[in-house]
Each structure stands twice: as structure tokens, then as C-alpha cells.
């Protein structure tokens, strides 16, 4: 199961960094990211980026049901990623407080926090299944890996 989840990721990373390598808008780079991922990933059910738009989250290019459009700094699991800059890793959105429920058929979720060239958060990687522990530290490794590489260009 983890080496079937490791093999997708490195398929992912492949062709991630073919679409994104040598375009330098982020918007659309996040569009690609979005686009691989949510196709090419078991139990991937909603998948956006919520981006850092004057002290807020405005939600950015996703795949899935609809999102809601604002989340403010320290709210739910997003805001939550921003104030602590740190990927949170939800094994049960029931146990995590305030979580922001935008479909109620989201079980489970990660967020990693995105940061640019400058080393400046500009913007949340949101993940959401409809089961329950769904994302590990597996997750966590590969999506900082490709969002270093492809929106902070390292
Ligand atoms: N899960 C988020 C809210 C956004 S949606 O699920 C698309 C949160 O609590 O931050």
C-alpha cells in the first residue's frame, strides 16, 4: 500500500516537473500540480491550493466539489498550516477543532504549507479523503518535496 502510494507520487513528480519546469507563473503551475495530483493519486477527493492573498486564504485553482472561498489565518486546518507553518496531517477531521467543513464527506486530510523563491508563504496545499487516516508521513514527504521543487524552486 505505501510502496503503491510511493510509486504514484514518484509517477506524479515525473510529470509534474515536465508540465511546470521552465514556466515561471505560479498560478498556472498550480493548476498542473492540482491537475496531476487529483487524477493520478488514490483517495485524492478534494485537491487545491488556498493562497495567501492580503492576511488571508482565497481559495486558488482545485479539483473536487466546491471550496469554500476564504479562510481566515489561524482558521481550520488551512489557517492552521499558515500561523504554524508546518504541515498538519489530520487522521479524522472530527478530532481537529475548528475544522472547516466544505464537504461533509471529507473524512480525512493534509495541508502543507507552500513557500516561493524568497522563502515567503504565499500560499496552502489543501488534500482532503473520504476516509478516514488517510494521509501520512509518506504524503507529507513527497507533496513538501514537489511543492519545493516546482513553487520554490528548489
Ligand atoms: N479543510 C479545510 C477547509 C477547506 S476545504 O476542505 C476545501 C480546513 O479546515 O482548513
Redesign the pocket.
Known amino acids: 500500500m505505501s510502496f503503491e502510494k510511493e510509486t504514484n507520487y514518484q509517477r506524479c513528480r515525473v510529470r509534474i516537473e515536465a508540465l511546470c519546469d521552465g514556466n515561471d507563473d505560479q498560478i498556472s503551475k498550480m493548476a498542473s500540480v492540482v491537475g496531476v495530483l487529483h487524477n493520478e493519486m488514490n483517495n485524492f477527493f478534494?485537491t487545491?491550493f488556498?493562497r495567501v492573498v492580503e492576511g488571508r486564504?482565497v481559495?486558488g485553482p482545485?479539483q473536487?466539489?466546491v471550496?469554500?472561498l476564504r479562510?481566515e489565518i489561524g482558521?481550520?486546518?488551512?489557517?492552521?498550516?499558515v500561523a504554524m507553518g508546518e504541515t498538519q496531517v489530520?487522521e479524522n477531521?472530527d478530532d481537529?477543532p475548528?475544522?472547516?467543513?466544505?464537504?461533509e464527506r471529507?473524512q480525512s486530510?493534509i495541508?502543507v504549507p507552500v513557500t516561493n523563491e524568497s522563502g515567503e508563504l504565499i500560499a496552502?496545499l489543501?488534500v482532503?479523503s473520504v476516509e478516514k487516516g488517510a494521509f501520512d508521513d509518506v504524503d507529507r514527504k513527497y507533496l513538501e518535496e514537489i511543492l519545493a521543487h516546482v513553487l520554490g524552486g528548489r
Not at 482558521?75 to 498550516?81: E, L
Open positions: 478534494w487545491g488556498y486564504l481559495i482545485y473536487g466539489t471550496g469554500c479562510i482558521q481550520g486546518v488551512c489557517g492552521t498550516a489530520v477531521v481537529f475548528g475544522h472547516i467543513a466544505c464537504d471529507s486530510e495541508v496552502v489543501d482532503d
